[in-house]
């Protein structure tokens, strides 16, 4: 059984959907806390994801779908600001998915700590490191050196999964997984497989105090970089892998919890891309849709790939995005509800 400390998962973790209105000060609450991460996507129409988050400001947003760096946002434009139970977001401007007019839009919320502080652990100190070390998320903003160097993440655990973006400027998603390794990378703007390279990560598996880099897509020099850093926490949060059946009756990823949030990704060989499924936009088992966060398209609708199940997922197609045949997945999940404990999960 998956005992949790976290007997409200939606504390750190939240999904919310709302309706563009295309004005300015349209107050979304309801979060439940006050995020200090909110990744937009538009499910109506094509339009770039939109990302932002407490560390580089309410100013700042960067797209999973491509590999441009920091989009500064006017002011009275788009994002406007975190708020104690959601946030407010502006006529759109740059990215429609902040609050394009009648669009249905998701947001996924995290809660860490602020803006947070400079974390000094590693050879190179961040300018900020802002870190919930219950839910076991950091977030953090660095300069790259060009040479071999450690970032210090302040999670107390060891990250299993590790998302950074080169933000000065033009240059794609770096992903790394324990489950492939610290000598791969994936990409999060493209539907690459998994990819070698020993300077990525240095070739050296996160601690609880550090991660390495020595590349330019993690380290270059003078350059800045935004990191987000995943250690599992039971009942909560599961990292790992999965090998598909390319049956129907598809591969079972237990997880001890129902899902809120699944984020999934074929890394052994180049296939459709990311999917995100969650537990609230439209769609129950047998028919959820999905988002890719590598491209800008709309919702997907037509077919189903995994059902969201009281204690963790399984793959309900033969489509290679989610269960080929003998194929490697690598997946993040996050905790609706824990199995057991004062809000025992249901299936939907």
Same mark, same amino acid.
């Given at each position: 059984?998956?005992?949790?400390?976290?007997?409200?998962?939606?504390?750190?973790? #939240?999904?919310?959907?709302?309706?563009?209105?295309? &004005?300015?000060?349209?107050?979304?609450t309801?979060?439940?806390?006050?995020?200090?991460?909110?990744?937009?996507?538009?499910?109506?129409?094509?339009?770039?994801?939109?990302?932002?988050?407490?560390?580089?400001?309410?100013?700042?947003? !960067?797209?999973?779908?491509?590999?441009?760096?920091?989009i500064?946002?006017?002011?009275?434009?788009?994002?406007?600001?975190?708020?104690?139970?959601?946030f407010?977001?502006?006529?759109?401007?740059?990215?429609? &998915?902040?609050?394009?007019?009648?669009?249905n839009?998701?947001?996924w919320?995290?809660?860490?700590?602020g803006?947070? &502080?400079? #974390?000094?652990d590693?050879? %190179?100190?961040?300018?900020?490191? /802002?870190?919930?070390?219950?839910?076991?998320?950091?977030?953090?903003?660095y300069?790259? %050196?060009?040479?071999?160097?450690?970032i210090?993440?302040?999670?107390?655990?060891?990250?299993?999964?590790?998302?950074?973006?080169?933000?000065?400027?033009?240059?794609?998603?770096?992903?790394?997984?324990?489950?492939m390794g610290?000598?791969?990378?994936?990409?999060?703007?493209?539907?690459?497989?998994?990819?070698?390279? %020993?300077?990525?990560?240095?070739?050296?598996? $996160?601690?609880? &105090?550090?991660?390495?880099?020595?590349?330019?897509?993690?380290?270059? #020099?003078?350059?800045?970089?935004?990191?987000?850093?995943f250690?599992?926490?039971?009942?909560?949060?599961?990292?790992?892998?999965?090998?598909?059946?390319?049956?129907?009756?598809?591969?079972?990823?237990y997880?001890?919890?129902? $899902?809120?949030?699944?984020?999934?990704?074929?890394?052994?060989a180049?296939?459709?891309?990311? !999917?995100?499924?969650?537990?609230?936009r /439209?769609?129950?088992?047998g028919?959820?849709?999905?988002?890719?966060?590598?491209?800008?398209?709309?919702?997907?609708?037509?077919? #189903?790939?995994?059902d969201?199940? /009281?204690?963790?997922f399984?793959?309900r197609?033969?489509n290679g995005?989610?269960?080929?045949?003998?194929?490697?997945?690598?997946?993040?999940?996050?905790?609706?509800?824990?199995?057991?404990?004062?809000?025992?999960?249901?299936?939907?």
């Amino acid at each position: 059984m998956a005992y949790t400390t976290i007997k409200k998962p939606s504390d750190y973790f #939240n999904t919310k959907l709302f309706t563009g209105t295309g &004005s300015d000060n349209n107050a979304i609450t309801g979060v439940g806390f006050q995020p200090d991460w909110i990744w937009f996507k538009n499910r109506s129409t094509a339009n770039d994801h939109a990302i932002v988050d407490a560390v580089r400001g309410a100013n700042k947003a !960067i797209s999973s779908n491509n590999n441009s760096g920091n989009i500064t946002l006017n002011a009275g434009q788009d994002f406007d600001s975190f708020d104690s139970d959601g946030f407010t977001v502006d006529t759109p401007n740059q990215l429609m &998915s902040f609050n394009r007019s009648g669009d249905n839009i998701v947001t996924w919320n995290w809660k860490a700590n602020g803006q947070g &502080s400079s #974390n000094t652990d590693g050879s %190179t100190n961040t300018i900020y490191t /802002s870190v919930n070390t219950t839910a076991g998320l950091s977030i953090s903003s660095y300069t790259g %050196t060009g040479n071999a160097a450690t970032i210090g993440h302040g999670l107390g655990a060891v990250p299993k999964m590790i998302i950074i973006k080169r933000t000065s400027d033009s240059d794609s998603w770096t992903v790394g997984h324990n489950s492939m390794g610290w000598g791969k990378y994936l990409r999060l703007d493209n539907n690459s497989a998994e990819a070698s390279n %020993t300077s990525t990560w240095n070739n050296t598996a $996160p601690t609880s &105090s550090v991660f390495s880099v020595n590349h330019a897509d993690t380290n270059d #020099n003078n350059r800045t970089f935004i990191s987000y850093c995943f250690a599992e926490k039971t009942g909560y949060s599961k990292i790992g892998s999965y090998t598909g059946n390319g049956n129907a009756d598809g591969t079972f990823v237990y997880t001890g919890f129902k $899902p809120a949030f699944v984020l999934v990704k074929q890394s052994s060989a180049a296939g459709e891309g990311w !999917i995100i499924h969650d537990s609230k936009r /439209s769609g129950y088992n047998g028919d959820n849709d999905f988002l890719y966060t590598n491209t800008a398209g709309a919702e997907v609708t037509s077919s #189903n790939h995994i059902d969201i199940l /009281s204690n963790g997922f399984k793959a309900r197609s033969t489509n290679g995005v989610v269960n080929g045949s003998g194929t490697t997945y690598i997946y993040i999940a996050i905790a609706e509800e824990p199995l057991i404990g004062d809000n025992p999960a249901t299936a939907r």
